[in-house]
């Protein structure tokens, strides 16, 4: 079993649409959680750091639920620009190691 | 800012020569510096932590004799690829934490093909 697993993609939505992203890891002691985002042929950017609590960022949404290992990425309101391929991300041990999911790739058309 | 660069973004080598990518912080200072492989459509893979001044730690699987690296400035880590084969072609991207700080700063990626 991989340590972070996402969607498959790819998720193709019109402008507008609100589209979700979930992600699971397998090691409870995990400490830190992110989204990155990748666009073709670049280095990751950081999106956002993910909280227990929740968090948001404009049209971006995080959560986290530790009890069930799974993080979620919410866009609303998508945009064109939006499209990319989105890491979730975990800090499994310390000492700023990170797993990197998958990706998930998301096309936004007009 | 946290700006980070890496040098060359691509290059092209016949099988068997050695390569060698440099990734620099260049308005911060690093005590680490992280080296990663993507191959295409699959995720970013840690090879190896490097820290200044001292050996760095390689990943399960990731042959350290094959792949070099120096850290030796806090700003400055470089990694060697030896005897390269066309296997090695990949996407290496490097990422930098500021002296006290967590979060990693990516380098622009280094794109490697081998001939």
């Known amino acids: 079993r991989k340590e972070v697993e996402q969607d498959p993609g790819p998720f193709n939505v019109p402008e507008g649409a609100t589209v979700a992203f979930n992600c699971t890891y397998s090691n409870s002691a995990s400490q830190s959680f992110f989204w990155y985002r990748q666009d073709c042929r670049k280095e990751p950017k950081l999106l956002m750091s993910?909280?227990?609590s929740g968090n948001e960022d404009g049209r971006f949404t995080a959560q986290l639920n530790r009890a069930s290992q799974y993080i979620s990425l919410l866009i609303r309101d998508s945009k064109l620009s939006d499209s990319a391929t989105y890491l979730c991300?975990?800090?499994?041990f310390g000492g700023g190691k990170l797993i990197f999911g998958q990706g998930t790739e998301l096309s936004v058309k007009p | 800012g946290a700006v980070v660069s890496q040098h060359p973004s691509r290059v092209i080598c016949k099988s068997g020569t050695s390569v060698k990518i440099e990734c620099r912080s260049l308005?911060?200072?690093?005590?680490?510096m992280f080296w990663y492989r993507q191959f295409p459509k699959q995720s970013l893979m840690l090879m190896a932590t490097s820290n200044e001044g001292s050996k760095a730690t390689y990943e399960q699987g990731v042959e350290k004799d094959k792949f070099l690296i120096n850290h030796a400035s806090l700003t400055l880590s470089t990694l060697t690829v030896t005897s390269a084969h066309p296997e090695d072609s990949s996407f290496y991207i490097c990422?930098?934490?500021?002296?006290?700080?967590?979060?990693?700063?990516f380098g622009p990626g280094t794109r490697l093909t081998v001939l």
């Open positions: 990422s930098a934490v500021k002296q006290g700080g967590n979060e990693q700063f």
């Open positions: 991300v975990v800090n499994s």
């Open positions: 308005d911060f200072q690093a005590t680490t």
């Open positions: 993910v909280y227990s």
